[in-house]
């Protein structure tokens, strides 16, 4: 009987058997991919996640030619001029996902975690003692199931916790192309209907993500996207690809609750607004992290929902500072005339921009 079957390991699903064993609880991840698991993400970490890393021990993991640290994001208008933010300590870090994935793994394998790649969970049946999985490689019995097994979350729909999503249907796209980065910041591109996302994730390696709203372009491809950020592919020249693209959507999903009994949900699984705010990566460690705080008694419980409870608050409060913000921004870059204005109020006021940043992402 394990305490925490963790469904998922990608960051969600890695950060929470990291922070359950660190706690003395065993944990088992199923993966239902093998190896260095690859996944459509702009790659930015923002400085809260990069602090929430380094306290999982996964920095010092991490290889060094797949990152790269950014001070700062800038947001760029269509005609070039731009504001540029500084982010608060410890600043940023792109860091390659194919990284990420080795890094965790690898840290969570030397804390003890088991970890059992290409191996993908089937179905669970809840009882009154615990929750039993049917993965590939047979029965497992645990006390909690943590279902991190992202936006499209098959457990969060067989839980019964899946909420039809409302709002804009946006998607996402991202590749990279093997040039050194021109510097140390995440620049944000406007065009109507469509932002991209430039992030340095590597000493020779520079990540491009465009997010848009489902008929708003056309066709959709990378080079398509690209096409509408003219300086942004002057900039990229003719340097190679590195990366072969990966896509994904619709990005919001919603869940009516992020407990029931014997289960939590983790990470995008746990809902999902948009990525304009390259948070997902540090709420999956903070939801990571408020789990494992209830854990000591809410094992003790019986891993109810009503034991589950304080991390439905805890993650709920994080969700709906995150959603606030998200939602705004998509609202504002839906509508070209007013995101122009609001970006050259922010041009004209970078003290502004730095203050609205740190707040955002501190
Ligand atoms: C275009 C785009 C750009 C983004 N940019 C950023 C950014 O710059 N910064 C940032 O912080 N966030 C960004 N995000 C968000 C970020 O990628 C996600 O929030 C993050 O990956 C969530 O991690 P997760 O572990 O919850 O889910 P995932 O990374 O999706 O992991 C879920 C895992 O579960 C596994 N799985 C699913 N079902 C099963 C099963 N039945 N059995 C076993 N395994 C299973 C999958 O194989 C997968 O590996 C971006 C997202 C998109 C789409």
Redesign the pocket.
């Known amino acids: 009987m394990w305490d925490v079957a963790v469904?998922?390991?990608?960051?969600?699903?890695l950060a929470v058997a990291l922070e359950a064993v660190v706690r003395g609880f065993s944990a088992v991840v199923?993966?239902?991919?093998a190896g260095n698991?690859d996944?459509?993400?702009?790659?930015?970490?923002?400085p809260a996640?990069l602090a929430a890393l380094d306290r999982l021990g996964v920095l010092s993991h991490l290889d060094r030619a797949d990152s790269a640290a950014f001070e700062s994001i800038t947001y760029v208008q269509e005609d070039g001029r731009a504001v540029v933010g500084r982010l608060p300590p410890p600043g940023g870090l792109g860091v390659r996902r194919t990284a990420l994935s080795a890094a965790m793994a690898r840290r969570a394998r030397e804390a003890g975690v088991d970890l059992r790649e290409g191996c993908?969970?089937r179905s669970h049946r809840v009882d009154a003692a615990g929750v039993t999985l049917d993965a590939d490689d047979g029965a497992t019995r645990a006390r909690l199931l943590v279902a991190?097994?992202?936006?499209h979350s098959?457990l969060r729909h067989a839980a019964g916790l899946h909420l039809a999503p409302r709002g804009p249907r946006r998607f996402?796209l991202?590749r990279h192309v093997a040039m050194a980065p021109w510097a140390p910041t995440v620049e944000v591109h406007f065009a109507p209907g469509v932002e991209a996302?430039v992030?340095p994730s590597g000493a020779r390696r520079v990540g491009v993500?465009f997010?848009w709203e489902e008929g708003a372009v056309a066709p959709v491809s990378f080079d398509a996207l690209l096409g509408r950020f003219p300086a942004l592919a002057r900039r990229i020249g003719g340097a190679p690809y590195d990366s072969t693209p990966r896509g994904?959507g619709p990005?919001r999903q919603a869940a009516s609750a992020r407990v029931a009994d014997r289960i939590a949900l983790v990470?995008?699984?746990a809902g999902?607004v948009d990525?304009i705010t390259?948070?997902?990566?540090?709420l999956?460690f903070d939801g990571a992290a408020a789990l494992a705080a209830v854990l000591p008694s809410a094992l003790a419980r019986g891993a109810t929902a009503e034991a589950l409870a304080p991390y439905e608050r805890a993650a709920a409060r994080s969700f709906r500072r995150y959603a606030a913000l998200a939602s705004l921004l998509v609202w504002t870059a839906r509508r070209p005339r007013l995101r122009r204005a609001a970006l050259d109020g922010l041009i004209s006021a970078p003290a502004l921009f730095e203050a609205l940043l740190a707040r955002a992402t501190g």
């Not at 469904?7 to 699903?13: E, T």
């Open positions: 469904v998922g390991g990608g960051p969600a699903g199923f993966e239902r991919r698991v996944k459509a993400c702009g790659e930015g970490l923002m996640g993908a969970v991190a097994d992202g936006l098959p996402g991202r996302y992030t993500a997010l994904a990005l990470g995008d699984a999902y990525a390259g948070e997902g990566l540090t999956a």
